[in-house]
């Protein structure tokens, strides 16, 4: 079984910036893709970014331009920072590993956007 680590959440003002870590207990190019997503009480979960095993990464259109997805392979970790923080960033953030037959979660870490 696939063990997903995240690490990295807190409490930040508006205009912050803080860095999520996901390690999977796989190497992580035996992965398809590896994502973050988040949850905020009350919605549901949704897509904030992801990364392919040949590199490509796509990105939420709320978080374009704020954050960055990418992935150290000596370190066998995959980062999510997060910049120009908004209140409305506030959520639980997953990392997701994904095979071509299975999905595997992390705890979640919480990250909260306020003054």
């Known amino acids: 079984q696939v063990q997903v680590v995240e690490s990295g959440g807190g409490l930040v003002q508006p205009g912050g910036s803080l860095r999520l870590s996901c390690a999977p207990s796989g190497r992580i190019f035996s992965f398809n893709a590896m994502g973050w997503y988040r949850q905020a009480p009350g919605k549901q979960r949704e897509l904030v970014a992801r990364?392919?095993?040949?590199?490509?990464?796509n990105y939420a259109d709320s978080v374009k331009g704020r954050f960055t997805i990418s992935r150290d392979i000596a370190k066998n970790t995959v980062y999510l920072q997060l910049s120009s923080l908004k209140p409305e960033d506030t959520a639980v953030y997953y990392c997701?590993?994904?095979?071509?037959?299975?999905?595997?979660w992390g705890q979640g870490t919480q990250v909260t956007v306020s003054s």
């Open positions: 990364i392919t095993v040949g590199g490509s990464t």
């Open positions: 997701n590993a994904a095979t071509n037959s299975n999905n595997y």
